[in-house]
């Protein structure tokens, strides 16, 4: 099924509110992508085609990082850092909101805007930044993830950072010296890579990439290189030269302002027609020959950023956002520059579903025959992990679901399947633990605070959260690296954007409790702290995950499925075979002795169990794990 827009239902408001109000998200469209080409007729050199080893053994842990970590309040935005982002306001009486403050209590500037939540909640900004995020990565290390994903990072007005102003800056508000680097920017001229400066913000992102790296942990940024905002440097340049601009064909510019006129006729194509992010102009082979150049220069820098030819200080690889509106030929070139700078370095796009072209069903396998990616972001799993195990009047088969998954395992070959970026959830789309609360609704679907106010916003039930421990177990038992979005592993919820990007919870810090909803009636109320069950769960996955070889190489083989929400498959990897049975039922359920195979039950080592029990017997929402050896 087509995704046609991170954001949908938006009647309540007026057309021109919702151009501007999608950009507040990042987004799946449903707008035809450019034709897809074949593959190169020549045999791929293999330091091209090849899946990077790290990566079948990663653990995923995703940032936003404006709402990690406030590490540093020195270098925290200022009202004027909102201009030139929606909704384009500065109140006067703005300030940083408090980390730990009510996710939906209005702060006394918020009340003055005379708006409603969701409006000022994209004026809000919380502080995070990358010392933030340094000084956590020994939490990260603890917790037994070996590979982050950070949403953008470059210069940006937005909290969300997917309109930047430039490519080759990090953020000064993530870094130590915003002034400082503003002047700095000044020496530059951002069309000549030579030209260009390593800013603080630059200087403490390395600084992180070595710290990271030092703890045996991967980074990847996210690239977005289909579209920019308003303020990007080349932009800029457009409007104030018109069409003798030398950057006037990065752009799609349907007029141009008359300086005769009193009116600012300037106008541009946006993202899916979204003025607030410009989008690249593109020929069938990708983005046009002068913003291919500088995207290479880019590359350049973040992944060999001393340009010396050693890339271990540089970045391992990039997300490569709303991938499938970037013709396939560019994506093909940008994975020769990577690999020519970093034979290992991994490349995931954001690829929902397999027909992602309105009405046109593509092979799935384009994205992942050796020349494009190594991975997309399995959202069709999660998919299906929800409509089997979460649903209620939706509900499938758990015969169904296994064919939902069989489905991705058919299409892409198995190197890649091991390395696919296995979410659940993700900035774009609800919390799991929201997810679990909140039965019958399509991933990314009716899932918004704004438009659904059926929707439950508080803490999921125990029951709910044990359902949520049998997600995870698959999750973690399953074909794929395994994908935790930040807070998740510590009982973090929220509906979909802007609630599942509430600033992350930390043990350190008392937070408010969550007493009022977005219109403005009490509820809860619901205590904001750690759930150190949840994160020693969590914990116990990844030590799992990460101690055994079967699990991240073994192979597939479904055991069991049957009516009653049981489910039993394996992993096997030479001698050694993980058995993974779940009840997600509402029956005790006792299995019989073929979920055990040949060999009998009594050979199995018990190695998880989701609910601590020691029974034989599976309680309903439960799962468990098993290993057995043949020597």
């Known amino acids: 099924m087509i995704s046609c827009f991170r954001k949908r239902n938006l009647n309540l408001i007026m057309v021109v509110t919702i151009l501007s109000f999608v950009t507040l998200f990042s987004y799946q469209s449903c707008t035809p992508a450019p034709p897809i080409s074949p593959p190169p007729s020549t045999e791929i050199p293999k330091y091209i085609s090849h899946v990077p080893e790290w990566a079948k053994s990663a653990i995923w842990y995703q940032i936003f990082p404006e709402r990690f970590r406030n590490g540093d309040q020195s270098n925290d935005p200022t009202v004027n850092t909102l201009t030139g982002t ?107 890579p030579e030209t260009w400066k390593w800013t603080t913000a630059d200087s ?173 972001m399995n959202y069709r799993t999660g998919d299906a992990l929800i409509r089997g195990m979460v649903d209620q009047q939706w509900r499938i088969t758990p015969s169904k679901m296994d064919s939902l998954l069989a489905d991705v395992r058919d299409e892409y070959p198995l190197q890649n399947q091991y390395v696919l970026m296995s979410n659940i959830d993700s900035h774009d789309t609800e919390r799991l633990a929201s997810t679990v609360a909140n039965s019958d609704r399509t991933i990314d679907h009716n899932s918004s605070s704004r438009d659904h106010k059926d929707f439950y916003l508080g803490k999921p039930s125990l029951e709910q959260q044990a359902l949520q421990r049998v997600m995870l177990t698959f999750q973690f038992a399953y074909i794929g690296a395994p994908f935790i979005y930040y807070g998740d592993e510590v009982g973090m919820w929220g509906a979909d954007d802007p609630d599942c990007r509430k600033p992350m919870v930390w043990d350190d810090i008392e937070y408010d409790d969550e007493v009022t909803d977005p219109w403005g009636r009490s509820y809860g109320p619901f205590k904001i702290s750690v759930d150190k069950k949840m994160k020693n769960f969590y914990k116990s996955l990844i030590q799992l995950r990460r101690s055994e070889p079967a699990l991240n190489l073994g192979d597939y083989s479904l055991i069991q499925t ?70």
């Open 86 to 192: 929606w909704p384009y306001a500065q109140p006067e009486d703005w300030q940083v909101s408090p980390w730990a403050s009510d996710w939906y209590k209005m702060q006394p500037w918020e009340l003055n805007t005379g708006e409603d939540f969701w409006y000022n909640s994209q004026l809000r900004r919380y502080g995070g930044d990358l010392q933030g995020v340094i000084d956590k990565l020994d939490y990260l290390s603890d917790l037994g993830i070996n590979a982050i994903y950070l949403n953008p990072v470059f210069e940006s007005p937005s909290l969300h950072k997917y309109g930047c102003s430039m490519w080759h800056h990090i953020d000064n508000n993530f870094g130590p010296d915003p002034a400082q680097d503003e002047e700095l920017w000044k020496l530059e001229n951002p069309a000549d």
């Open 204 to 376: 403490l992102f390395l600084d992180l990439l070595a710290q990271a790296h030092d703890r045996e942990i991967k980074v990847i940024i996210d690239g977005v290189f289909n579209h920019t905002g308003i303020p990007f440097w080349a932009f800029d340049k457009i409007k104030e030269k018109g069409p003798e601009s030398e950057f006037a064909d990065w752009f799609t510019i349907l007029s141009y302002d008359d300086p005769a006129t009193p009116e600012d006729e300037f106008d541009w194509q946006g993202w899916y027609g979204v003025k607030d992010l410009p989008e690249l102009a593109e020929d069938d082979h990708g983005p046009v020959d002068g913003a291919k150049e500088h995207i290479h220069a880019v590359v350049k820098r973040w992944m060999d950023p001393n340009g010396d030819g050693d890339p271990s200080d540089g970045i391992d690889g990039w997300r490569l956002d709303v991938a499938e509106m970037v013709a396939l030929d560019f994506w093909r070139e940008f994975r020769v520059w990577c690999r020519d700078i970093n034979p290992e370095s991994y490349l995931v796009g954001e690829v929902w579903w397999e027909n992602y072209q309105e009405n046109k069903m593509v092979n799935a396998t384009a994205w992942l025959q050796g020349d494009v990616f190594d991975a997309v």
């Open 562 to 631: 049957s009516q009653d929400g049981t489910f039993a498959f394996k992993r096997s990897l030479e001698n050694e075979t993980i058995l993974a049975i779940f009840n997600y039922g509402d029956s005790e359920w006792l299995p019989e002795p073929t979920v055990f195979g040949d060999i009998v039950e009594t050979e199995w080592r018990l190695k998880l169990d989701s609910n601590g029990s020691a029974q034989k017997t599976l309680m309903p929402l439960s799962a468990r794990l098993y290993k057995n050896s043949v020597k």
